[in-house]
């Protein structure tokens, strides 16, 4: 099979970064608990460098965890984190010798082909906020201080030789788990000034470690909020592209909605707050604002739409949307469903590619069986039971776009002579 876009999706990159990332966890954790089974490799790699690169495999896994949730959000920063991390991944694997690393080796090197492929799909631009910043160099700097200040007055605590017992310490310290294994030495004017700086160091971590959670919890948090009240996050918008908005909703929003489910992404933006929490616990994106309005359309970036839905059942409202939208984009599809068959060709005035009027053309159908025609039969048959068929969806939808327009023309249904025999 020939490697394309087509072929190679942006999904396909996130979930092998994910896989990648997963194996990588749990190959290390095999190396560090012994359970790896030796590879040809095994007798060319010291132990303790086998068990030294579980450690980082590990590590290095989670880390890879972050750069597929990178990618999964188009961050520009997510492709190059993964891209330093999957060869790296590739080593690890290769330095554990292990026959349960392979598979990871193996999927490092299938998984690069992919992320190259759709470099450019990862082009969202990551800009830390300043109170992100701010969180991160406080994080940074109270476990430099505590590592340099343990480690320099090393010679008052027992247990404390090396940096990293100092930085082991520090950690230890700023969780406030206190083991107790690192404990001042000795008693006088050179362990109170231990125990001040420990002191200092916990106030310090604890601080800076409750800033930076609280500074990562925040958008995680303001995401589940805005969900259960319908309302999108900027994160969320900066996200819509070629997608489908719906304005309103009515009668048809629902079938409307089912029937874009897989094949487009899809915004619905209602007034109702009620409304749109409910539609978007089903798990559709909403925006809770006015749909006619020119500020909540460019917010739902019709600018960039794929097509745009009018389909309430207020008709008015429906031109007011359709008005604002063609203003907005005059190139976006805008279809949408007139309540009263008179009001069709004002929608279409007002800016609509295709007006359908659904009264209208059931009447039409229901007229044309009533009176022996078998055209209607037939044509619910092939809009219901296609079963995904391209060529039967395409002449019912034909099908109907004739009939509509038949039904536009003569104001009802026409003459025994056109009927369906």
């Given at each position: 099979m020939e490697l394309t876009r087509d072929w190679v999706t942006v999904r396909a990159s996130i979930a092998l970064t994910f896989a990648v990332a997963l194996l990588s966890?749990?190959?290390?954790?095999?190396?560090?608990?012994?359970?790896?089974?030796?590879?040809?490799?095994?007798k060319s790699v010291p132990a303790v460098i086998r068990q030294t690169v579980g450690f980082t495999g590990t590590i290095t896994g989670f880390a890879m965890l972050g750069s597929g949730f990178a990618l999964r959000s188009g961050y520009r920063v997510g492709w190059y984190s993964t891209s330093v991390l999957l060869p790296l991944t590739a080593i690890q694997g290769l330095m554990q010798a292990s026959v349960l690393s392979f598979p990871l080796?193996?999927?490092?090197v299938l998984s690069v082909p992919a992320l190259v492929i759709n470099r450019g799909r990862f082009d969202r631009p990551y800009s830390p906020s300043p109170t992100q910043l701010a969180a991160g160099a406080a994080l940074v700097s109270a476990v430099a201080y505590g590592t340099v200040g343990s480690y320099a007055l090393r010679d008052q605590f027992e247990g404390i030789e090396t940096i990293v017992d100092a930085f082991y310490f520090t950690v230890v310290t700023a969780s406030t788990v206190g083991y107790g294994d690192v404990p001042p030495a000795g008693a006088g004017p050179e362990s109170d000034i231990a125990q001040l700086f420990v002191l200092s160091s916990l106030v310090m971590n604890v601080a800076a470690f409750a800033?930076?959670?609280?500074?990562?919890l925040t958008p995680a948090i303001e995401a589940q909020l805005s969900k259960a009240l319908g309302k999108m996050t900027d994160k969320q918008i900066d996200l819509l592209d070629d997608h489908v908005l719906v304005l309103g909703y009515g009668d048809l929003t629902e079938p409307i909605l089912e029937e874009l489910t897989g094949k487009a992404d899809v915004l619905v933006v209602v007034p109702d707050e009620e409304r749109a929490r409910r539609l978007s616990e089903r798990g559709y994106t909403v925006l809770t604002d006015d749909p006619s309005d020119e500020e909540a359309q460019r917010r739902g970036k019709v600018e960039v739409a794929r097509a745009v839905v009018a389909a309430t059942n207020n008709d008015a409202e429906d031109a007011l949307a359709i008005l604002t939208a063609r203003q907005l984009n005059p190139e976006v599809t805008i279809v949408a469903a007139a309540t009263q068959r008179e009001n069709v060709n004002k929608l279409k005035r007002a800016g609509a590619d295709t007006v359908i009027s659904p009264a209208a053309l059931g009447a039409h159908f229901l007229a044309e069986s009533a009176l022996g025609g078998h055209g209607a039969e037939a044509l619910e048959a092939r809009l219901l039971g296609a079963g995904g068929e391209s060529e039967d969806l395409e002449a019912a939808a034909e099908a109907v776009s004739d009939a509509a327009d038949e039904v536009d023309d003569t104001g009802g249904p026409p003459d025994g002579d056109q009927r369906a025999q």
């Open positions: 966890i749990l190959a290390g954790l095999a190396q560090i608990g012994g359970l790896g089974v030796d590879g040809p490799l095994a080796v193996a999927l490092s800033v930076a959670l609280g500074v990562l």
